[in-house]
């Protein structure tokens, strides 16, 4: 059913014809048609607009547009926690920690309970339509407080190389600044690159086709993640946009301490919601490429499944995934550069092939060991022998047949620790994502999530076969992201960063 993607092709047509100043209205059959577009779009006022999410980089820090977005900000962050519409309640809509003794990174934040709260969705198929639904109340609320009629929340695209630093109106300290904060990884505020290739491109993401997968396929071979039976507010099973560039950036910008990289404080950070509005046009990008890229529409959970929000004055509304299948048409809303080049979208790979399909066994696995495998500082690794028998079936359908490597019972144990995976590096070798040895990167977000992470391991595995390298042991090394790049230590840190029971290779 690709009946959305053609929609919004019609409705950018129009848009573009109406912007160039030709007001005649090319009808898009069967639909509700946007509204008529002006040069001043949206028309000032109107509720019934179609609003334009910017990028970020349009806006010179002396804009109108800034100081509006500042002052709604200032607004809201002064209402009280308990008003729905203040900084802290939408926050804690996202997360509340749980103030054990260990989750002190920010203060609770005296949260009255109230329907809504502590509800975002991570690790399943309900990522994408919780985060839309989230962001539409809030720039709803937002928009009020900045008294600008015409506001539309701005995103951040990270992806061009020249717009890795954190925008430079988040990391002003003038005092009275609402968009900065102190609560940010090392580096941040400093207007440091924090930001890798790896983690800034969402061209992974955009080459997956379905956008979700049931059990036993690899969640991350789809774009979106898992269909569960009903919400789970923390996950494990994570579609590849929430693993990247999703969790890489969070990660990124909170570093172990910062707001960010924690989903019980990261919709504090102002950031968080430039960062989800990119998350959600990429989500357009990826249907605008069509090739059978398509909502599931067929999900009666996803779309009907209601979530709690609220509007403008405090008013409790509710929202299903049936209402924000086309943001122009449902919501009102599109962003300023629809349609990505489909040449960014290059190197589709090999993970597409359906596990449930191609019944997929496990060749070996690494002891299990008592309390676990430990990922620490520095470089990390591990050695998994296949017997003889399994090797020669392996190399046998190693063309046709994906490998996993399987993480099993993955857990985060300190929030912010991307981890990189390489296979077989030669001792002396330096670690580096763009070489041949790199398999992919560990992305979680926050340490709720236990679950099963797998990595497709064939493109690099052929590769060593190819050139005579592999001699029938997976020798796996895992190095933390942040810390490769500032360059390794002789003296690696002991903490453990990320933990999982034991891991597997999987044809
Ligand atoms: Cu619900 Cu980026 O987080």
């Given amino acids: 059913m690709n009946l959305p993607n053609r929609t919004h092709a019609l409705a950018w047509g129009f848009v573009v014809l109406a912007l160039g100043g030709l007001f005649a209205c090319p009808k898009a059959k069967d639909e509700e048609a946007p509204p008529p577009l002006t040069s001043e779009n949206p028309p000032p006022g109107q509720d019934e607009s179609l609003y334009v999410r910017k990028e970020i980089h349009t806006y010179a820090p002396d804009s109108a547009f800034i100081t509006a977005y500042r002052k709604g900000v200032e607004t809201m962050q002064a209402r009280p926690a308990s008003d729905p519409t203040s900084w802290l309640f939408q926050g804690n809509m996202h997360g509340i920690p749980t103030n054990d003794g260990s989750d002190q990174i920010c203060s609770p934040g005296a949260p009255a309970p109230a329907p809504g709260l502590d509800d975002c969705q991570h690790g399943s198929y309900f990522f994408l339509s919780w985060h839309r639904m989230y962001l539409y109340y809030f720039e709803r609320i937002l928009r009020d407080a900045s008294g600008d009629p015409d506001f539309a929340l701005p995103y951040w695209n990270y992806e061009p190389s020249d717009h890795r630093a954190i925008p430079a109106v988040f990391r002003d300290p003038t005092t009275g600044n609402p968009l900065y904060v102190t609560e940010r990884g090392p580096g941040v505020n400093e207007g440091e690159d924090v930001i890798s290739d790896t983690d800034a491109t969402a061209q992974l993401a955009l080459s997956r086709i379905p956008f979700f997968l049931p059990d036993p396929d690899p969640p991350a071979n789809s774009f979106g993640g898992r269909n569960l039976p009903a919400p789970v507010h923390y996950g494990s099973f994570y579609g590849q946009l929430e693993r990247i560039p999703h969790n890489v950036i969070h990660n990124d910008l909170g570093g172990q301490t910062g707001w960010m990289a924690w989903p019980e404080c990261a919709a504090r950070d102002p950031i968080f919601w430039l960062h989800h509005a990119n998350i959600d046009r990429l989500w357009q990008v990826w249907l605008d490429q069509g090739g059978g890229r398509a909502n599931p529409t067929d999900q009666d959970m996803w779309m009907n499944h209601e979530f709690t929000f609220y509007d403008i004055g405090g008013v409790e509304v509710k929202m299903s995934g049936k209402q924000v299948l086309d943001t122009a048409t449902q919501l009102r809303y599109r962003y300023d550069q629809p ?35 430990k990922l620490i500082g520095g470089l990390n690794k591990l050695k998994i022998s296949v017997p003889e028998d399994a090797r020669k079936s392996l190399l046998a359908a190693v063309e046709e047949k994906p490998v996993y490597l399987v993480l099993e019972g993955l857990q985060q144990m300190v929030p912010g620790s991307t981890y990189e995976a390489y296979l077989n590096l030669p001792s002396g070798t330096d670690p580096d994502p763009k070489g041949p040895y790199f398999v992919g990167l560990i992305a979680l977000f926050g340490r709720q999530a236990k679950g099963d992470y797998e990595l497709p391991l064939g493109d690099v595995l052929r590769g060593l076969v190819q050139r005579d390298e592999w001699k029938g042991t997976f020798e796996l090394t895992f190095v933390r992201e942040r810390e490769r790049r500032s360059g390794l230590k002789a003296t690696a840190e002991k903490t453990t960063f990320l933990h999982f029971d034991r891991a597997r290779i999987e044809q």
Avoid at 342 to 366: F, I, N, R, Y
Wanted: proline content about 9%.
């Fill in 339 to 373: 349609v990505m080049p489909a040449a960014q979208v290059a190197g589709a790979t090999e993970t597409a092939a359906p596990k449930s399909e191609e019944k997929v066994s496990m060749l070996a696995a690494s002891p299990k060991a008592a309390g676990g495998q």
